[in-house]
């Protein structure tokens, strides 16, 4: 199992099912690629990075991975519009027993999978929106939750209002 693909199964298990069966704009909402740039990933991980490859890309849910060096990997998970009961199940699941802690100062509220030396998965709740920034085999945990941190601000400011769903249109007048 890929990186990528476990950040996803930890954080969003039932994102990609909903993002396949419930669309839910008719415009075309901004990706994972457009909220961060390979340059702000590049200064926050301290570490040269390939461009953002399009991995998923529905109306309700995007997935861009950057790749830096030979293996070290950076997903960025940004589901719109996410359900409210979907948003309280996750929260649920994150706070109860298992190998998620709470992060303060990022969006409403925020969780970290720790990997310990493999990296980190910080999931964000904010508004009507998930954003999940997936770092690993760049450093240890405790040294990329910063960065993961940084990067979910910058994501999150790109969005021009957190409590309701961005269009691209939105996106492209806000920028």
Avoid at 68 to 74: K, L, P, Q, S, V
Avoid at 159 to 168: E, F, I, Q, S, Y
């Amino acid at each position: 199992m890929t990186w990528t693909r476990l950040a996803i199964a930890a954080c969003g298990p039932i994102a990609l099912l909903f993002a396949i069966t419930n669309p839910t704009h008719a415009e075309s909402p901004p990706t994972a690629c457009d909220l961060l740039s390979p340059a702000e990933v590049d200064r926050a991980l301290h570490v040269r990075v390939g461009p953002g490859s399009p991995r998923v890309n529905t109306e309700l849910v995007t997935n861009c991975l950057f790749i830096a060096g030979r293996d070290g990997t950076i997903s960025i998970l940004f589901r719109r519009n996410a359900a409210a009961d979907w948003a309280a199940e996750q929260r649920r699941r994150m706070t109860g027993p298992g190998s998620f802690r709470p992060v303060s100062g990022v969006g409403d509220s925020a969780f970290v999978l720790d990997k310990r030396e493999q990296g980190a998965a910080l999931c964000i709740f904010q508004g009507e929106y998930y954003l999940q920034i997936s770092v690993f085999r760049l450093g240890g945990a405790d040294t990329v939750l910063p960065a993961a941190e940084e990067l979910a601000r910058q994501a999150l400011s790109q969005l021009p209002d957190t409590h309701r769903p961005a269009t691209a249109e939105a996106y492209r007048t806000h920028n």
